[in-house]
């Protein structure tokens, strides 16, 4: 554009110019024309008479026939009117006689300059000429002619005679051509060069100026450029600036703030101030980053409390929060402001702690947190003990994507929940606790499947009055037949149940089926006395749990008292106290049988015991297991069944394999035995056949002599 415009104003500066040039010029020549006719004219007395134009230039010179001849002759009168004629003009006079024998018009005087002091040689215009032809045809000439070589600006003026003849030519010229176009030809040799030098400079100096202006504006741009990324730009410049570039700032500026409120917003858990799930995995990714490229390294530690939901269920879920605000300010002073600290779910807190390389290790911290956490929240509501676990991933070494590093923390995790009971409450990832996890999200899977397709079944262990031989009742026992992988054991996949929760959808389905089979049996006469079934504490803790237990009698039109619940100490140790009162006082309501199993294995507190309302001791197989050579087990033993029957309760001893246990039981007066001296657990099909085979007495209250492994054991 700017290349445009000067390349237009200098063409039009040169146009204007020659134009100029040459209008000077002509009005020049016409009248130096118009002089030298007139001095002609009064050099010879009126006798060459010249015809002016409009314009003022000659048309020609007329000549009285008679004298033509006469006056055309050279001479010093002619040559000293000729040089005053020069006198009055710039250029050169030349006066041309017409020589009808050469056909020229030959010099006759001229003021041509010769400055070598040679006179011009004879000088004429023949044909070829350009005024030649216009001379011949008694016309005026006026443009250019060849002279030495050169050009000049000439105006001819034809000599006529009075009969219309041409006699001759008085020509008058205003110089050299190419010095009349002197200026015009210096601009042209320097416009283009001129304009080139301009340009350059105007480029130069726009693009300088351009530069400095627009800085201010690219600055912001590139400003606005890191907001569009997600970038948080640490400070908007130009600000205090009260022009548009300003204001532009100023707008910059409410957008970093709004979005910063957003992210703020977007990856802050509103309950702790923590970071959340987002950023965690935000927070996770890039450290992976940062890690593969080997500068930095990192351990990952996943933490969470065991049994928060009983905080929440006693407390409600306000005082539960302010545990979790008041856990986060704790581990934020444990792990320092280098750490990214996020709760990712309810008690899930995830912490990446960077390796500064100063030997402060993540076991430390994970002792530090869980001894800081295993304090007491003091609440205006009590005291508050919650119990943290731990589990680390070290990063990059265990993991390469974020999914997996969480993953692997995770698992690291459950391990150290399931270790917990041992004291450790912190478990670094490995290789074979990975093996060992798959292998248990294996079984998960292939659980959900088994319980989908029904190839999960019952099976039912005998209880049997030792002292009579009389069948008591039958132990319902989940029973695992796997195509490929045999029985899989109860204490392979119950814990995984119970881990991953199918254990409820699994309890629901023995509930179901064993209250549908001791209907049956009752319908067919059998007498089996009870039918037990084992109670897992999340089946428990389930508000809705009596109400299904009352349902399933119902609708099986089984009454209540031919079930019995086998629950395990543990349902005490995540449930209070409380609770659990409740829902047994609930169960009791209904009539069913309340056993406690596995007594004297895990958490026993005798405390409560003659509060609760059991009916039923089940003494755990350890307590049995060689007391018959043990004398000390012996005693323990005794005292255990003592203890139960003071509190009116069924002692039954679970496990006995031998004769000599047996026989213990039947000394200590225990109400009854479940053991594989008597049988194991068989189907539902097989249980009468199997009872009768091992002379267990079905109808009679006495144990039939002869084929059976127990009464010969007996006898
Ligand atoms: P439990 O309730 O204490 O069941 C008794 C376990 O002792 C059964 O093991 C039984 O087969 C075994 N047993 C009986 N007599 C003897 C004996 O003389 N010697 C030895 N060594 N063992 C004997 P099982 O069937 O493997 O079940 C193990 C545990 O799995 C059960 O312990 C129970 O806690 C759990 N379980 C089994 N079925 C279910 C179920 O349907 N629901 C729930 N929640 N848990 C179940
Ligand atoms: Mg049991
Ligand atoms: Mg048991």
């Given at each position: 554009m700017v290349f445009c415009s000067i390349g237009l104003i200098s063409g039009l500066a040169y146009l204007e110019l020659s134009r100029t040039t040459q209008e000077n010029a002509s009005t020049r020549l016409d009248r130096a024309a118009h002089t030298a006719a007139s001095i002609l004219r009064y050099g010879t007395n009126d006798r060459l008479l010249p015809e002016f134009a409009g314009s003022g230039a000659p048309i020609l010179i007329r000549v009285p026939g008679a004298t033509a001849g006469e006056l055309l002759e050279p001479g010093e009168k002619l040559d000293a009117l000729v040089e005053t004629i020069g006198k009055t003009n710039q250029g050169a006079v030349n006066l041309f006689k017409w020589s009808p024998r050469t056909g020229t018009f030959d010099s006759l005087a001229t003021t041509?300059?010769?400055?070598?002091?040679?006179?011009?040689?004879?000088?004429?215009?023949?044909?070829?000429?350009?005024?030649?032809?216009?001379?011949?045809?008694?016309?005026?000439?006026?443009?250019?002619?060849?002279?030495?070589?050169?050009?000049?600006?000439?105006y001819l003026t034809p000599i006529v005679t009075e009969g219309g003849k041409v006699a001759g030519a008085l020509a008058v010229d205003v110089g050299w051509v190419d010095d009349l176009a002197l200026a015009e030809n210096r601009l042209k040799t320097r416009i283009a060069p001129a304009a080139l030098i301009i340009l350059i400079a105007v480029i130069l100096i726009g693009g300088v100026v351009l530069r400095f202006e627009l800085r201010p504006l690219r600055r912001l741009a590139k400003v606005a450029d890191e907001l569009a990324a997600g970038l948080q730009p640490k400070r908007i410049p130009f600000t205090d600036r009260r022009d548009e570039i300003g204001d532009l700032a100023h707008g910059l500026e409410r957008v970093t703030d709004l979005q910063d409120k957003l992210h703020k917003l977007a990856y802050t858990d509103p309950v702790t101030t923590a970071g959340n799930r987002a950023r965690y995995f935000s927070d996770l990714s890039e450290a992976l980053r940062r890690a593969k490229s080997g500068s930095f390294s990192a351990s990952l530690i996943h933490l969470d409390f065991n049994g928060f939901a009983k905080v929440n269920d006693t407390f409600g879920q306000q005082v539960g929060n302010r545990v979790l605000l008041q856990a986060y300010v704790r581990l934020a002073n444990i792990f320092g402001p280098s750490a990214q600290i996020a709760r990712i779910s309810a008690d899930d807190f995830c912490i990446l702690l960077p390796f500064d390389g100063k030997g402060a290790i993540a076991e430390d911290y994970a002792v530090q947190a869980i001894d800081m956490l295993s304090v007491p929240f003091q609440m205006e509501e009590g005291e508050i003990h919650v119990e943290p676990s731990i589990g680390i991933a070290l990063l990059p070494q265990d993991a390469e994507d974020a999914e997996t590093a969480h993953r692997m923390a995770?698992?690291?995790?459950?391990?150290?929940?399931?270790?917990?009971?041992?004291?450790?409450?912190?478990?670094?990832?490995?290789?074979p606790l990975n093996d060992r996890v798959q292998s248990e999200m294996l079984t998960e899977t292939l659980l959900r499947a088994a319980l989908q397709t029904r190839q999960l079944v019952l099976h039912y262990q005998p209880q049997v009055c030792p002292a009579d031989g009389r069948l008591i009742g039958l132990e319902a026992l989940l029973r695992w037949p796997h195509e490929k992988r045999g029985d899989i054991p109860p204490a392979e996949f119950i814990p995984i149940a119970e881990k991953t929760g199918l254990i409820l959808e699994l309890g629901g389905y023995v509930l179901e089926t064993a209250c549908k089979q001791a209907a049956q049996w009752r319908q067919a006469g059998f007498e089996f006395g009870q039918v037990s079934i084992n109670v897992s504490p999340l089946q428990f803790r389930q508000s809705s749990f009596a109400e299904t237990v009352r349902q399933t009698l119902k609708t099986y039109g089984l009454p209540a008292s031919y079930l019995c619940l086998e629950v395990t100490e543990n349902v005490f140790v995540d449930t209070r106290e409380q609770l659990v009162m409740d829902i047994l006082s609930q169960l009791q309501k209904i009539g069913v049988q309340l056993s406690l199993d596995d007594f004297g294995s895990g958490y026993s507190s005798l405390s409560y015991l003659h509060r609760l309302p059991f009916q039923e001791l089940k003494i755990d197989r350890a307590f049995i297991s060689g007391a018959d050579s043990h004398p000390q087990r012996e005693q323990l033993f005794e005292a255990i069944v003592r203890l139960g029957r003071s509190l009116g309760l069924r002692v039954i001893a679970e496990g006995a394999e031998t004769a000599g246990e047996f026989a213990l039981t039947v000394t200590h007066k225990c109400d009854g035995i479940q053991g594989y001296i008597c049988s194991p657990a068989v189907p539902a099909d097989r249980i009468q056949s199997q009872l009768q085979s091992f002379g267990v007495a079905l109808k009679s209250n006495t144990l039939a002599g002869g084929s059976s492994h127990s009464s010969k054991q007996r006898a």
């Open positions: 041509f300059p010769y400055p070598g002091g040679v006179p011009p040689s004879a000088y004429s215009i023949g044909e070829g000429h350009p005024a030649f032809a216009s001379l011949s045809a008694g016309q005026p000439f006026s443009g250019n002619v060849p002279v030495q070589g050169r050009f000049r600006l000439a995770g698992l690291a995790l459950r391990a150290a929940k399931r270790s917990a009971g041992a004291g450790a409450r912190y478990e670094f990832f490995s290789p």
